[in-house]
């Protein structure tokens, strides 16, 4: 094995990262076809020696998309160290974003894991799969697994990343209950998930979303509760929103706004959600969608320094030298990014980090997209204008709706939906800080901005 023999591509819609010998045929967070990626440089970290130190016992924890970027790139940069991945899931690493285009029957389960079994023989990883952490002892440089046995490393990656938060709701340990963050919670959904059978979504997030939107096309009537007077108030305004309603209802979805749930009535099963306004909402299943919170148990036992997440430096060291963390479990510069490719990114560097390269991650502009629906969703940085600077272009077409978020000239946010093409020439703007002052002078319409920006992106690719 060399380290040569792991070839990376990159979806230039969206950062998403895809290692083998050829691009996938769609981008499984944007669904970009497999034209629209390109070979990924591969990244140049200044090791102190090739690969750093001979043999170095790095141990990952937690085997998601940032445990399993960080070997990757271990791998890649080091032949001789020695790499341990461990999973608390009985499962081969595989494409969590993709849990609910499988509910929604568009992939099989055959095609959730990112690589075979063989792929880490191949590579030389011990991967550890059913496989719980039950303490990290930092003094002996070990962690202390559910069943005894303890694994030593040099270096530690912390890769847990979050688990769903369950709100105080009476009844929401009934038995057919469920989040969606696992394949195991996948499974489970889709033994209930029959035509005709119902379903209370509680959460209009990206994933109540995505999961209503999933069963309501597997023939399941859903009815989705958003506390919030619109749906996805942290990636869209209210206009874009109700854009986007359309599509929701137009999937059969009965969607409640500004609604508060009170409990879920049932005995041991849930049978019904009763509102606070005192509206009953009859059910088979309730799916939970209450957002997701960072698994740092194991790091706050252990004494390292938590405040949402794990707090990184740019390198991603934690508190302890000898400790990285990456990935939704990490909080860096205040932010926990709770994204897909964010965590991939954040793996890569950590595993490169843990190693001794001087890589750093400077933090990047939040971005979504959404496609599970039938309709696209691209939404970065700031979605409202802030202070006298500030300041927002949108229009609204046939084919969807435009916005765009100025500060001071530049461009800071926007909201793409439907057409989501020009997505690159977005990101791409807002993270070369264009001035575009020139063209607000000029009022001309959102459709103007846009076209400008993907003159100016073909340029930047051309040369
Ligand atoms: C259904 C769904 C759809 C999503 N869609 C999108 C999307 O469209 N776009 C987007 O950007 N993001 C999306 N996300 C979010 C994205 O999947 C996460 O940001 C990403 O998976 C985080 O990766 P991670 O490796 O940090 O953590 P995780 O994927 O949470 O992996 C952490 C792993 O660590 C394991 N672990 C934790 N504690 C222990 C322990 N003590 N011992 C052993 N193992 C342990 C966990 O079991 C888990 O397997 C989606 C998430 C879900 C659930």
Redesign the pocket.
């Known amino acids: 094995m060399t380290a040569q023999n792991i070839q990376a591509w990159e979806c230039i819609v969206c950062g998403y990262i895809h290692e083998g010998a050829a691009p996938p045929d769609e981008c499984p967070?944007c669904g970009a076809p497999r034209s629209e990626f390109k070979p990924r440089r591969p990244s140049t970290p200044h090791l102190p020696a090739v690969g750093g130190p001979e043999g170095v016992r790095v141990a990952v924890?937690?085997?998601?998309?940032?445990?399993l970027a960080a070997v990757e790139s271990i791998r890649s940069a080091s032949p001789t160290a020695q790499v341990t991945l461990?999973?608390?899931?009985q499962h081969l690493p595989y494409q969590?974003?993709n849990?609910?285009r499988y509910l929604a029957n568009e992939i099989a389960e055959n095609q959730l894991p990112i690589h075979p079994a063989q792929w880490y023989t191949q590579h030389h990883l011990q991967l550890l799969l059913g496989?719980?952490?039950a303490r990290i002892d930092l003094g002996r440089r070990s962690i202390v697994l559910a069943d005894g046995q303890t694994t030593a490393f040099d270096k530690l990656i912390l890769?847990?990343?979050?688990t769903a938060a369950i709100p105080p709701i009476p009844g929401a340990a009934a038995e057919n209950v469920r989040c969606?963050?696992?394949l195991d919670d996948a499974k489970a959904v889709l033994d209930w998930a029959r035509p005709g059978a119902r379903c209370v979504c509680i959460g209009g997030g990206?994933?109540g979303l995505?999961a209503a939107g999933a069963l309501a096309r597997r023939g399941v009537e859903v009815a989705l509760i958003e506390g919030q007077a619109w749906l996805l108030p942290r990636q869209l305004n209210e206009r874009a929103s109700r854009v986007l309603q359309k599509q929701v209802t137009g999937l059969g979805i009965r969607l409640y706004h500004s609604a508060g749930v009170a409990r879920i009535a049932g005995e041991g099963r849930a049978r019904e959600v009763l509102l606070q306004d005192g509206s009953s909402l009859p059910t088979d299943f309730v799916i939970l969608a209450t957002g997701v919170k960072p698994?740092t148990a194991?790091a706050e036992q252990c004494g390292l320094t938590v405040n949402r997440g794990i707090l990184v430096n740019d390198q991603l060291v934690t508190s302890d030298p000898n400790v990285l963390a990456?990935?939704?479990?990490a909080e860096h510069r205040g932010t926990v990014y709770?994204?897909?490719?964010v965590?991939q990114i954040q793996?890569h560097i950590a595993g490169l980090s843990a190693l001794g390269g001087q890589v750093a991650f400077n933090g990047v502009p939040r971005s979504?997209?959404?496609k599970v629906l039938g309709v696209g969703l691209f939404s970065i940085g700031a979605i409202e204008p802030e202070g006298p600077e500030g300041r927002a272009l949108e229009q609204e077409t046939d084919s969807g709706y435009q916005r765009f978020v100025f500060r001071g000239g530049r461009l800071v946010g926007a909201i793409l939906l439907g057409d989501t093409r020009s997505a690159t020439a977005v990101k791409s703007a807002i993270e070369r800080a264009d001035d575009l002052g020139g063209l607000l002078q000029r009022r001309l319409p959102a459709t103007a901005v846009l076209a400008h920006l993907e003159v100016q992106e073909t340029g930047a690719r051309r040369g």
């Open positions: 967070l924890l937690g085997a998601g998309i940032a445990g461990i999973s608390e899931e969590r974003l849990l609910t496989t719980k952490a890769a847990t990343g979050a969606l963050r696992t990206i994933l995505e698994t194991l990456a990935g939704d479990v709770g994204l897909w490719t965590s793996g979504n997209f959404l």
